[in-house]
């Protein structure tokens, strides 16, 4: 039996605060808390939604407004060059748009370039020679080998063969890949959602609207 003064109902479930709108305007948490769940009292479209990841390096959350934090592109993605398969073998170098954040170890895929890979499709040309990551134990996925200072060039584990209209994807403890804006989704009569978010902004109803609960 577990001893001492739990904080998870406290922290975990919305006793350090909550607000009713109804209106179609934004609703804001206090300083220093996020909204860390809503409830819906009729089925409403959201307006907006920001997830607290547009701070760099938190966890994604489902959101309206994002393009570069949510989970279908990973922490960077880049279109490559067309090129042939010896161009990609393993340890040749693969120029792509700079990131810094980069480390040796991550996880990449390889999948359709911007132009057939998108947000509102979300990752739809996932390439079979980039095996899906077994986080708990290797299981011969792709990952970064090298990456120089200024995280313009790579080199890779594995060859990628020939590409074209291709770009990889990285990934890290934060960002996956696959699935898209949650813009124009609409939520039942009932549902709660669980995120951090720093802003929410529903359809405007008569009766109905949102309860959004505060946490740190």
Known sequence: MATGN???????????????????????????MVIIAIQFLEANTLAKLVSE?????????IDTVSTSNMNFGGYH???????????????????ITANRKINIGDPVLLVGNAATDTAATGLVNL???TPVPNYEKYNGYVKVESVNAAGTV????????????K???????TSGAGGTTAAAISYPMGM???????????AAQVNGGIIAYFGY
Do not use: C, M
Not at 6 to 32: D, N, W
Not at 154 to 165: C, E, F, I, M, R
Not at 167 to 173: G, K
């Open 127 to 129: 390439a079979t020679v």
């Open 154 to 165: 790579v080199t890779l584990s594995h060859d990628l063969g020939a590409t074209t209209n």
């Open 192 to 202: 709660i959602i669980y995120g951090r978010w720093t802003e929410v902004k529903p």
């Open 53 to 61: 990841s547009d701070r760099a390096g938190l966890p994604n959350f």
């Open 167 to 173: 770009a990889l994807i990285f990934l890290n403890e």
């Open 6 to 32: 739990s904080q998870e109902v406290s922290y975990g479930f919305g006793q350090l605060g909550s607000a009713h709108i109804k209106t179609g305007t934004s609703l804001i948490p206090p300083k220093g």
């Open 77 to 95: 993605k880049s279109d490559i060059a067309n090129n042939n398969a010896g161009a990609n073998a393993a340890g040749q170098n693969i120029t």
